[in-house]
């Protein structure tokens, strides 16, 4: 059974920076991607940044030149760091796991105040 769990979310000021982590347990294919999603309330969850086992990076162009997507072969663990927030960047912030099938975290909620 495969299981994703976040962490790292919280309240930061406009401005400021936040590390998300993502640690993938069970049975892991090597060959997979990994990626970020967001949902604001009354909105559709949206892409931010996927990153395959290669290392190959796709961004949403909100988060182009202030978050990076990486990774830890090693420990099945996916990060997004996130610089210079704004409040709209607030939203839970999902997790997501492809290997054939797909898999998600429970989220983890990020607030940026103004």
């Known amino acids: 059974q495969v299981q994703l769990v976040e962490s790292g979310g919280g309240l930061v000021q406009a401005g400021g920076s936040l590390r998300l982590s993502c640690a993938a347990s069970?049975?892991?294919?090597?060959?997979?991607?990994m990626g970020w999603y967001r949902q604001a309330p009354g909105k559709q969850r949206e892409l931010v940044a996927t990153i395959t086992s290669g290392g190959s990076t796709n961004y949403a162009d909100s988060a182009k030149g202030r978050f990076t997507i990486s990774r830890d072969n090693a420990k099945n663990t996916v990060y997004l760091q996130m610089n210079s927030l704004k409040p709209e960047d607030t939203a839970v912030y999902f997790c997501?796991?492809?290997?054939?099938?797909?898999?998600w975290g429970q989220g983890t909620q990020v607030t940026v105040s103004s």
């Open positions: 997501r796991l492809i290997m054939g099938q797909n898999y």
């Open positions: 069970g049975s892991i294919f090597s060959i997979n991607m």
